[in-house]
């Protein structure tokens, strides 16, 4: 079925917020109003304030609104892998109408049937992702409405997460004037929507490089089969240039990004620049090779501490090797040095939208286009989870129009705010979450 209708993402980052406003026509995505605002409220990854995050989304929003020239009333947000467990699930039911052909009704029961499970009181059921039916034996059917059986059978996945997590985001959209027209589990469109179909079936790992922590996923099988959380980020690189030079926050996120590059064996120890230090009245020249030893220190421990959780599972061995996205792989020499620490093919992914070319809205992208291909018999199995009926005549409606012409500018800058950003707390904690398939990569 083609992708129609009009689509609005919401990415809840450590460093910004990002909305996209992307229309459809013929399956084809035309973004045509983009937000950023500065995120408040946050720390790697996670919502410690909610009165910030929502005065954080509504300017995003107001922001793609015009844009945009429209009326934002509900978003697709993201929901980080922290503490995301998957489980494979089983139903069975009979088919309990006289003509024993298969309803929607059908296909709700049995998801419902999949879903008895022990959750413990902290958690809570995320999604409900239907991998295939079984018809009276008959395996591989995809959509088994408006066929005749006696027995259907649902196989698909469960994922679940901290209650908390959850809450707070749906807190945060609420407050901001919105609804939340789905729930989408970012490592797991990021995964659906950079990887081709080669490399979801042959395996690819995934690491999304943000500005406060970097989240691998490994696709194999056509299925997301391991997530791992660092509590590391972009932020922590510039935070250390600002401790080692004794410059400013501000001064180091200008270094990084006009003189960075993560692979030392690429500047050179003759280029200098200078830098302007705390309690020195004349600036101080730094070479090149100085600041590139010392981002790559910090992206050097990110990567090993991605390593070693892959290397637990042999995820290193499969074919479609790495791709990087995020706001921090953007730096220059990551792609190098990544390729030198895993010791497999590493490439980059850059969205292709115009004015959006910067891994740092990869995210938001990627939940927009995870929504428009959700099938009704997700939403069929959604309401299993949630307990509301759902309409099938039609795409979710998340936006108002209020103009007859958009209005569309080129949005090349992802990440220059004012406000001086304050540094984190340098507290190593590294989140792994290994819940996947026995035998997986046999």
């Known amino acids: 079925m083609a992708k129609a209708g009009m689509y609005v993402g919401l990415d ?17 995505m035309n973004i045509i109003g983009v937000g950023n ?60 109408n006289d003509s024993k052909e298969i309803m929607d009704d059908d296909v709700r029961n049995v998801a419902s049937a999949a879903m008895v499970r022990s959750v413990p009181p902290e958690r809570q059921i995320v999604a409900l992702l239907p991998q295939e039916f079984t018809v009276d034996g008959f395996e591989g059917i ?31 959209v609420e407050k901001a004037g919105l609804s939340v027209a789905e729930t989408v589990i970012t490592s797991l469109a990021l995964t659906e929507s950079t990887l081709s179909d080669g490399e979801k079936d042959f ?3 995934v690491i999304d490089m943000g500005g406060g922590q970097t989240t691998t996923a490994v696709m194999h099988d056509q299925q997301l089969k391991f997530t791992h959380v660092d509590q590391e980020g972009g932020e922590f690189v510039t935070k250390d240039i600002s401790i080692v030079l004794n410059t400013s926050f501000n001064n180091a ?87 030198e620490i895993f010791g497999t093919t590493v490439k980059l992914h850059v969205p292709n939208q115009m004015g959006l070319r910067n891994p740092v809205f990869t995210n938001v992208i990627s939940i927009v286009n995870y929504s428009a291909d959700l099938s009704d018999v997700y939403h069929l199995a959604k309401s299993a989870v949630t307990g509301e009926k759902v309409t099938l005549s039609s795409s979710p409606q998340q936006v108002t129009s209020v103009s007859k012409t958009p209005v569309y500018d080129d949005y090349e800058a992802a990440n220059e705010y004012e406000e001086e950003p304050k540094p984190k707390n340098e507290e190593k904690v590294t989140g792994k979450i290994k819940d996947f398939f026995s035998n997986i990569f046999d």
């Open 12 to 28: 809840i980052g450590t460093t910004s917020i990002k909305v996209v406003v992307a229309e459809y026509i013929d399956s084809q």
């Open 37 to 96: 605002a500065k995120s408040e409220g946050i720390n790697r990854g996670i919502i410690v304030d909610i009165d910030k995050t929502v005065n954080a989304i509504q300017r995003a929003v107001r922001q793609a609104e015009e844009k945009a020239g429209i009326q934002i009333k509900s978003v697709s947000v993201g929901l980080p892998a922290n503490l995301l467990e998957v489980e494979p699930c089983q139903g069975m039911i009979a088919v309990n």
């Open 142 to 172: 995809k959509d088994p409405r408006g066929m005749i059986g006696v027995r259907l059978e649902m196989f698909g996945l469960v994922f679940t997460g901290p209650k908390t997590i959850l809450h707070n985001i749906t807190k945060c």
């Open 203 to 205: 395996g690819t790992i």
């Open 253 to 339: 996120e200008a270094l990084k990004i006009n003189y960075g590059d993560a692979y030392p064996g690429r500047t050179s120890a003759e280029e200098e620049f200078p830098v302007d230090v705390i309690g020195k009245s004349e600036p101080v020249k730094v070479d090149e090779r100085y600041l590139s030893e010392i981002i790559e220190a910090r992206l050097e421990q990110i990567f090993r501490k991605a390593k070693d959780a892959l290397d637990d599972i042999e995820a290193l061995d499969l074919p479609g090797g790495i791709v990087l996205t995020g706001g921090a792989a953007s730096l220059p020499g990551v792609v190098d040095l990544a390729e």
